[in-house]
Structures are given as C-alpha cells and as structure tokens.
C-alpha cells in the first residue's frame, strides 16, 4: 500500500535572496492543486453533505475550491455525490466529454462508486463503468472531513501529475477503455 | 417600397424550446423540464422524471422489517426522522403495539428538529434562488447543530436511521438535553436575523408574490398536501386530522396562506418552523418517565447483557437479526406529516419476513405534476423560483 | 346529522351499486372495498359528489401482483380521503394479467396521472383513457414490468457482483 504524504512545503526548489528555482511542472501542479473548481454533480443524500461540506463549519472553500462551477468547461474536478440510475449514465457521460483537460473525477458515497446499497436493475453499479475515476470516497454519507480527505487525495494526484498527461500512452488506453476519444 | 412593407404583414411566431435538467445548477434535485417559450414568457413544459429510480418497492419485498429502515431514510433526505418514524409507526399500526408515553415524546422531538432542518433548506435555497446567498451560508450553520443532536442520539449525521420499532433505542442522554435547550434558546435569534432579511424585503415581494399560483380547488385535485397545500387556503395538516404518537398532547398553530404563491409557501415554512420550536419546549419540559420501549421481543433486540447471560435473550437475538419474526397478515395504511406533506406507508403483510408488497406515498411525486400548471404564462426566472418553493426532493420523486 | 362511519358508508354505496361491489371489510379500521374494474370512475365520482360524505381527496394510486390468485393477479388499489369527514377509504379491484384493462380516472382527478403511470410502469396494468401512458421511473426501453414477481431485484447482466458471496 503506497503512503500519501501531504506536503506541507510551499514548493520543492532551489531557494535563494530573491529567488526560487523549481521545475515548470511542480510550479504548475501547486498552482492546480490549490485552485481545483469543482463541477457538483450532486443527485442525492450525498449531495447534502456536499453541500455541508461547502458551508461554514467544513469549507471546502479554503482547498481553493471557491467557484462552483456549473459548466462543464470551466471545471477541473468532477464531484459526483449520490446514485447514478442508468436513466443517468449518458447524462453523467456528456457532462465528462464536455470537460476541458485537464480533468479529474472524484466519486463521493458509496451509491457513485459501486452502487451502494442499491443492487437493483435500474442503478448503475459504480460511476466506473461509464467514466473514468480517481478517487473513491466511501461512506453513505461520508462524513464531510471524508469528503474533505478525497479532495486533498486529488490534489496530491494533481501536484504530481506530469504536465502532458494527456499524451500519454497510458492516459489514451485508459480513455479507449471507456470508449472516449 | 410598397412592397416591402406587405410582405412584413404577416407574423410568423416562432417558440424557442429550452432543456432545463437534467443537471442544472437552479433545479435542486435532478429532473427535466423541456420548456416552450415565447421569448421570456412560458407557454409548456413537459417533464421527464426518473433519473435517480432506485427501486425501493423492489428493494422492500426482500428486506425484513427492521432493515426497511435504512431505505425510508433516503427518501426525503433532508429529513430523515420523519421518515423512518413514519415507517416504525406503520409495523406498530400492524403489529398493534402501542408505543409508552415517553418515546412517542421523544419521536416528536426529533420528528420537530427533522422538520426545522427540511424547512431551513427549502427556504434558504429560495433566497438563493432570488440572489441572496448570506442566508444559506448562516442557515446551513444551524443544520450544523442540528446534525449535532441527531448524532448525540443515533450516531448519524444525515440518514439516521433513528429509533426501533416498538420505542427508541437509547434513552437521550445529558448532552442531548444540553444540546437541545442551547438549541432552543439560539436558534430563535439567528432565525429572526433570517427572517428580517427576507420576509418584508421588497425586492423578495416584487420576485416572489404572484408568481407560480395555484388555487386550492386545482391543489386538491392534484392530491397536494403539506406545506404548499397550506399556501393555498386549505388547513389539511395529518397531525391533526389523524393524530399520531401523541400529537394531539400539544399546542400548537396550523400556518395558513391565502394565494397559493411562491410568498405564500416560504411563509408558511417559516412559521411552520416557529410552530415546531414551540412543539418542541413543550415536549422538552413536560417528557414523562418511563420506559423508552415497548415489549415487542421479535422485533426489538434485547440488552447485551441479557444476550450474553441469558438463553432466551440469545434465542430472541438470533432470530431478531436473521429476520425470522411472526408478523400478522394483513394491510395497513399509515400517514405521518412529513416535511412535504403526507407520507404514507401501503404495507401489505403476508405473514413472512418481509412485507409481500410496500407502498410508499410519497408528496413530492404527487405535487411535482401540477409543477407546469403552476408556471405557464410565467416567466423563467419566476419558474425557477417556483420549483424551488416547492421543495422537490428527488430522493422522494423517484424512490 | 348522520354519523359518517364506514358501516353508514357501507349501506349508501351497496344502495348505490348493489352487486358491482364484490366485498368489504375493514382490515386496521379502514374501510375497504373491492370493486368490478369497470365501475371505478362511477364509484369515484359518486364517492366525490355525495352530499354527506364527501370524499373528494385522491390520496393514491398503487398496485399489487398475486400470482396466485387466477382472473385477478394485478390489482389497482385507489385510497381516497373525505377532508371534512375525516374519513379514509381503500377501493381495489383486480384484472387478469392477459388483459390487464382499468379506466382511468384522470379526467376526474389531475393527480391520478403519474400515479396511474407509476402503477403502469411497475406492474402493466393498462389504464384506458389516460392522456399519456408511457414509463415515468424507468428507462423507456424497458420491457418488462419490474415489479411483478417473477422477476429478479438484481440486474442480471452485472459482472462484477458474484451472487454466491451475497446470499443469492
């Protein structure tokens, strides 16, 4: 099991009077990680706690999570909170295609990661079969500092990412997986 | 020239059709409503539910009693205790267990706090629905206190799953009293911040009055209930025509409107919510002693210490959790007033561990139907105020 | 003034459709009666525009399977409510599944709409005379009718849940 280690270092560099010396990609992975605007595609109960975790008490706010962006092409982080039915699968897939890269995908709860307690035939069991995910948060509801861990698992995954990503060989298999261009 | 200006004689009207959902930030809940418009003004809507069917009838026909529980809590999320005592009352109706005195006091504490915290979203999302944010930031603080207190009592936050059939499952212990009476002597002075910001604001009379009407004849005829069906003139309210769990022990008023508009329904929330603060001191300072739970040994699990020292408490445990229990056949219909309006249980017992068939009647399927009634001949932005009025739980329109 | 109870209830409607109505009882005190399918809008209506009674609240439309019971497996059960008798009712009435035929109520009552297309959608039953009887919950290429017994919970399709390690 690899350990997830949060920096706590402004930025990993050579520093001098006057001066920072780092590589152009860890500049830009701080400057994403710590501006992620999240899209809340919030369907139900997980939604709430979503919600409580943009209020006062948890504030999502101070990650750098200030605009909730509702449009697709303004957005960097996915937040999927709540039950997918199969009614909604292609929905939840157009709203992914519309995003910009770079993109990430947070699952909330267990309803969007597996299915939940609902292992019906009209459920969708896991958000996983229509869009790619990278972090799965459990819990029916998980509590708000859950939520809160999820997206800092997301920016650690931001800060290290290279800056081509979307080249990569890796990324196109996993996206020709799902049927995506 | 002539003959330029004869050809623009004649007009041709063209509608625009607008796709509202199913993901948009102004609908809370995920629905879809495909407007025809002609210009700003609406002149049809057509509505397509279904996005987020779970299935609970299915589900409920494969669970024993006890676990259905977990299910009635994701209805209407926003209030779960309501839902989850509305269910335990139904298995005591067929059952024929009657609950002691001080549990029903204690469900009518939480059912009051689950209904203060449904009404705070509604209304905190209608002022921003109209532009003002600061009341959701502040009113979402006292949800915060709100969840304190379930979790003192259950342990959950949102879906509670609170209580057991036959009683509660723990007796409240000090910190819930704490909680509770700090609760009550806060909350007064937040709220009426909330209120002055909103309730005489002229800009909120201008958006919200006249807009979205629905006179009490149609109301009926939809089936409305609850909150919206008070906004139209009606004074229909199960907690006093079909008392339940000692309801009829207090006092308290029923908030009436008398236009069926958007005003109409957000005030009557918020005095609603006045109301349920003073149902519960009145529980709080007259809760009996007692005992918490009835006797209903198949459904009620015995104390552990019991279960460990005791043959008969083991037996009763085993069969409790395997769901082996002796249920009359029969059916039986129980409404409890929840945040939206009646919600009702159709539960059919064949005598085996799980209902033969479960019914839920849920008020938001009910009233979103008169939802393009309600906003034809507006204009958009009052549709959307509109919809948020009435408080359209998607968890409750599709179950 | 009379005393509205169900056995007053009781003597009106057996005085007004005599053999139509095929049995009451009353399971929990609520008055339940069961019906020949072809007379639920006239028993609706009578029900909602008798002077004393006045039952003109349509609480809900739902509806059952029984397998077992041959002529009559899919049944309709309507609950209405009179608000100012504080009274309610249950009326069912049961179809054979190879023509599963009910009027529909809905120029009676606006509400009757969905509900009559849940109960469609969950179990087939054909309500004649509604104005848009398509699915409302489920996906509208669905062949099936979820809710009827012989069909499973679980999506039979599913890979990635072995039914062994859950009970099945």
């Given at each position: 099991m690899t350990e997830v280690t949060y920096s706590n270092k402004p930025l990993p560099g050579i520093e001098g009077p006057g001066f920072l010396a780092t590589s152009l990609e860890k500049a830009v992975g701080m400057a994403r990680a710590n501006s992620l605007w999240p899209l809340p595609f919030a369907t139900s109960c997980c939604g709430i706690e979503f919600m409580a975790t943009m209020g006062s008490n948890y504030d999502l706010a101070r990650f750098g999570s200030e605009r909730m962006s509702f449009s697709p092409r303004q957005a960097d982080l996915l937040i999927v909170a709540g039950t997918i039915a199969k009614k909604m699968g292609p929905v939840l897939r157009q709203v992914y295609l519309q995003m910009a890269e770079p993109r990430w995908v947070l699952s909330v709860g267990a309803c969007a990661s597996s299915g939940g307690i609902f292992d019906t035939y009209s459920v969708l069991q896991g958000i996983d079969k229509v869009i790619p995910v990278d972090v799965y948060v459990p819990g029916c509801p998980p509590r708000p500092e859950q939520i809160l861990d999820g997206v800092m698992k997301i920016q650690e995954l931001v800060r290290n990412e290279s800056l081509r990503r979307r080249e990569s060989d890796e990324y196109k298999t996993l996206l020709a997986s799902y049927g995506i261009q | 020239m002539q003959e330029s200006i004869e050809l623009n004689k004649e007009e041709v009207k063209e509608y625009t059709t607008l796709n509202l959902g199913p993901t948009h930030p102004a609908t809370h809940g995920i629905f879809q409503n495909i407007l025809k418009m002609d210009g700003e003004i609406i002149i049809d809507a057509e509505q397509t539910v279904g996005y987020i069917h779970r299935a609970f009838e299915k589900i409920a026909e494969r669970r024993p009693f006890y676990q259905i529980t977990t299910l009635t809590d994701r209805?209407?999320?926003?209030?779960?205790?309501?839902?989850?005592?509305?269910?335990?009352?139904?298995?005591?109706?067929?059952?024929?267990?009657?609950?002691?005195?001080?549990?029903?006091?204690?469900?009518?504490?939480?059912?009051?706090?689950?209904?203060?915290?449904?009404?705070?979203?509604?209304?905190?999302?209608?002022?921003?629905?109209?532009?003002?944010?600061?009341?959701?930031?502040?009113?979402?603080?006292?949800?915060?206190?709100?969840?304190?207190?379930?979790?003192?009592?259950?342990?959950?936050?949102?879906?509670?799953?609170?209580?057991?059939?036959?009683?509660?499952?723990?007796?409240?212990?000090?910190?819930?009293?704490?909680?509770?009476?700090?609760?009550?002597?806060?909350?007064?002075?937040?709220?009426?911040?909330?209120?002055?910001?909103?309730?005489?604001?002229?800009?909120?009379?201008?958006?919200?009055?006249?807009?979205?009407?629905?006179?009490?004849?149609?109301?009926?005829?939809?089936?409305?209930?609850?909150?919206?069906?008070?906004?139209?003139?009606?004074?229909?309210d199960v907690r006093v025509m079909n008392p339940y769990s000692s309801y009829q022990d207090f006092d308290f008023a029923i908030p009436v409107g008398s236009n069926g508009d958007t005003y109409d329904r957000f005030m009557v929330r918020q005095q609603e919510m006045w109301e349920s603060l003073k149902i519960i001191q009145q529980a709080l300072d007259n809760l009996p002693q007692g005992k918490y739970y009835a006797d209903v040994p198949e459904f009620y699990l015995p104390p552990k210490e019991d279960v460990y020292n005791n043959m008969e408490a083991l037996i009763w445990h085993f069969k409790i959790v395997m769901g082996e229990a002796d249920v009359p056949k029969g059916e039986v219909y129980h409404a409890v007033e929840g945040g939206n309006g009646e919600l009702g249980f159709y539960l059919i017992s064949d005598g085996g561990r799980a209902p033969y068939k479960l019914h839920f009647r849920r008020p938001c399927f009910i009233y979103y139907q008169a939802y393009p009634e309600m906003i034809k001949g507006g204009m958009l932005s009052d549709a959307v105020v509109a919809m948020s009025s009435m408080n359209v739980i998607a968890g409750e329109l599709d179950a | 003034m009379t005393q509205v109870n169900n056995a007053y209830i009781v003597e009106e409607v057996q005085a007004a459709f005599g053999t139509d109505i095929l049995e009451h009882q009353e399971p929990y005190g609520m008055l339940t009666l069961v019906?020949?399918?072809?007379?639920?809008?006239?028993?609706?209506?009578?029900?909602?525009?008798?002077?004393?009674?006045?039952?003109?609240?349509?609480?809900?439309?739902?509806?059952?399977?029984?397998?077992?019971?041959?002529?009559?497996?899919?049944?309709?059960?309507?609950?209405?409510?009179?608000?100012?008798?504080?009274?309610?009712?249950?009326?069912?009435?049961?179809?054979?599944?190879?023509?599963?035929?009910?009027?529909?109520?809905?120029?009676?009552?606006s509400g009757a709409n969905w509900m009559e297309r849940e109960t469609y959608d969950y179990y087939g039953i054909q309500f004649e005379g509604h104005p848009n009887l398509k699915r409302i919950l489920n996906v509208d290429e669905m062949d099936y009718f979820p809710l009827r017994k012989e069909f499973p919970l679980e999506d039979g399709t599913r890979t990635d849940k072995e039914d062994k390690y859950f009970g099945r």
């Amino acid at each position: 099991m690899t350990e997830v280690t949060y920096s706590n270092k402004p930025l990993p560099g050579i520093e001098g009077p006057g001066f920072l010396a780092t590589s152009l990609e860890k500049a830009v992975g701080m400057a994403r990680a710590n501006s992620l605007w999240p899209l809340p595609f919030a369907t139900s109960c997980c939604g709430i706690e979503f919600m409580a975790t943009m209020g006062s008490n948890y504030d999502l706010a101070r990650f750098g999570s200030e605009r909730m962006s509702f449009s697709p092409r303004q957005a960097d982080l996915l937040i999927v909170a709540g039950t997918i039915a199969k009614k909604m699968g292609p929905v939840l897939r157009q709203v992914y295609l519309q995003m910009a890269e770079p993109r990430w995908v947070l699952s909330v709860g267990a309803c969007a990661s597996s299915g939940g307690i609902f292992d019906t035939y009209s459920v969708l069991q896991g958000i996983d079969k229509v869009i790619p995910v990278d972090v799965y948060v459990p819990g029916c509801p998980p509590r708000p500092e859950q939520i809160l861990d999820g997206v800092m698992k997301i920016q650690e995954l931001v800060r290290n990412e290279s800056l081509r990503r979307r080249e990569s060989d890796e990324y196109k298999t996993l996206l020709a997986s799902y049927g995506i261009q | 020239m002539q003959e330029s200006i004869e050809l623009n004689k004649e007009e041709v009207k063209e509608y625009t059709t607008l796709n509202l959902g199913p993901t948009h930030p102004a609908t809370h809940g995920i629905f879809q409503n495909i407007l025809k418009m002609d210009g700003e003004i609406i002149i049809d809507a057509e509505q397509t539910v279904g996005y987020i069917h779970r299935a609970f009838e299915k589900i409920a026909e494969r669970r024993p009693f006890y676990q259905i529980t977990t299910l009635t809590d994701r209805l209407n999320y926003c209030s779960s205790p309501i839902n989850n005592m509305g269910w335990h009352m139904t298995v005591e109706k067929l059952l024929q267990v009657e609950v002691p005195k001080r549990a029903q006091y204690m469900r009518v504490i939480i059912m009051e706090l689950a209904r203060i915290a449904d009404h705070l979203v509604c209304n905190a999302v209608v002022g921003v629905d109209t532009g003002a944010l600061t009341g959701f930031t502040y009113m979402f603080q006292w949800r915060e206190k709100i969840y304190d207190i379930y979790e003192q009592i259950c342990g959950a936050r949102l879906t509670t799953n609170i209580g057991r059939i036959g009683g509660m499952e723990r007796d409240f212990n000090d910190d819930v009293y704490k909680k509770l009476r700090e609760f009550l002597k806060e909350f007064p002075k937040a709220f009426s911040e909330f209120c002055s910001l909103l309730e005489r604001n002229r800009i909120f009379f201008d958006r919200t009055i006249n807009t979205g009407v629905i006179s009490a004849e149609r109301a009926l005829n939809y089936g409305f209930t609850g909150p919206n069906l008070r906004a139209t003139g009606v004074d229909y309210d199960v907690r006093v025509m079909n008392p339940y769990s000692s309801y009829q022990d207090f006092d308290f008023a029923i908030p009436v409107g008398s236009n069926g508009d958007t005003y109409d329904r957000f005030m009557v929330r918020q005095q609603e919510m006045w109301e349920s603060l003073k149902i519960i001191q009145q529980a709080l300072d007259n809760l009996p002693q007692g005992k918490y739970y009835a006797d209903v040994p198949e459904f009620y699990l015995p104390p552990k210490e019991d279960v460990y020292n005791n043959m008969e408490a083991l037996i009763w445990h085993f069969k409790i959790v395997m769901g082996e229990a002796d249920v009359p056949k029969g059916e039986v219909y129980h409404a409890v007033e929840g945040g939206n309006g009646e919600l009702g249980f159709y539960l059919i017992s064949d005598g085996g561990r799980a209902p033969y068939k479960l019914h839920f009647r849920r008020p938001c399927f009910i009233y979103y139907q008169a939802y393009p009634e309600m906003i034809k001949g507006g204009m958009l932005s009052d549709a959307v105020v509109a919809m948020s009025s009435m408080n359209v739980i998607a968890g409750e329109l599709d179950a | 003034m009379t005393q509205v109870n169900n056995a007053y209830i009781v003597e009106e409607v057996q005085a007004a459709f005599g053999t139509d109505i095929l049995e009451h009882q009353e399971p929990y005190g609520m008055l339940t009666l069961v019906i020949n399918p072809a007379k639920i809008v006239d028993l609706l209506t009578w029900f909602k525009q008798h002077p004393i009674i006045q039952a003109g609240f349509l609480t809900d439309i739902s509806g059952a399977h029984f397998p077992d019971l041959k002529g009559g497996e899919l049944n309709a059960v309507y609950h209405i409510q009179s608000m100012t008798q504080n009274i309610r009712i249950r009326i069912k009435c049961f179809v054979p599944v190879e023509n599963p035929v009910i009027p529909s109520v809905v120029p009676l009552y606006s509400g009757a709409n969905w509900m009559e297309r849940e109960t469609y959608d969950y179990y087939g039953i054909q309500f004649e005379g509604h104005p848009n009887l398509k699915r409302i919950l489920n996906v509208d290429e669905m062949d099936y009718f979820p809710l009827r017994k012989e069909f499973p919970l679980e999506d039979g399709t599913r890979t990635d849940k072995e039914d062994k390690y859950f009970g099945r």
